[in-house]
């Protein structure tokens, strides 16, 4: 059971470039959670995800999107990289019933834009 | 605006000594989480705390919830160098959409 899958776990990118982080889940959870951790701070969440087709912004989405094609994958995309994405983006999920439990994070994917 | 606030920030401490870690929220939720970061490392969940009084504990930890004073504590018992991380309380930001905030964290450090 690999729970929450993050690609890559490390990238640099040049301002202006585009990319996409992604993240997958097999354990059929129908939340999932993009967040960000910048350096010494909490986590601020970027977008949210209800289930399939279902998206909705966090308290920090300017600069990205995201879609959710199906249940088990939620990719971030950055349009226009910015040196304050610099961050590191953690990928999480949790399932309704059982969200009481708690998220089940990725292990995170460290981005420095210069 | 939810605000998720965690006091200290910082906090050095020696091998078997006891302290406490506090969470304030400025809006009524009655769920509280905890996690441990570890440097480098991804969230691991600590405690679920579903309702007023909840208490819960694991090893020389011990996380209780009082939603009326809007207060989480998380209590260390004769602390051990493997206690040394970062700990985060997290909130509902409205209470049954599982969309938390998070606190800055207490970053931990136990000296032998």
């Known amino acids: 059971n690999a729970g929450v899958t993050q690609t890559p776990k490390f990238r640099i990118l040049k301002i202006g470039q585009s990319m996409t982080l992604q993240c997958t889940q097999d354990m059929n959870h129908n939340y999932m959670y993009w967040y960000r951790q910048d350096p010494g701070m909490g986590l601020k969440l970027i977008y949210y995800s209800v289930g399939a087709g279902i998206t909705d912004k966090g308290e920090v989405p300017n600069g990205y999107n995201v879609s959710r094609s199906t249940t088990e994958d939620f990719p971030l995309r950055l349009e226009l990289a910015a040196p304050s994405q610099t961050s590191v983006y953690f990928c999480?999920?949790?399932?309704?019933?059982?969200?009481?439990?708690?998220?089940?994070f990725g292990s995170g994917t460290r981005l420095t834009v210069v | 605006e939810l605000k998720v606030e965690q006091n200290p920030l910082f906090l050095s401490m020696q091998e078997g000594k006891n302290y406490t870690i506090y969470c304030n929220y400025s809006?009524?939720?009655?769920?509280l989480y905890w996690y441990r970061q570890d440097p480098g490392k991804s969230l691991e969940s600590l405690f679920v705390?579903?309702?007023?009084?909840a208490v819960k504990q694991e090893g020389r930890l011990m996380a209780s919830l009082d939603t009326k004073a809007r207060l989480s504590t998380l209590h260390i018992t004769a602390a051990v160098h493997d206690l040394s991380a970062t700990y985060f309380c997290a909130v509902d930001l409205t209470s049954g959409t599982y969309k938390y905030i998070f606190g800055t964290g207490t970053r931990l450090k136990v000296l032998a």
């Open positions: 809006t009524t939720s009655d769920r």
């Open positions: 999480a999920s949790s399932f309704l019933l059982d969200g009481f439990y708690g998220y089940t």
């Open positions: 705390l579903l309702s007023n009084g």
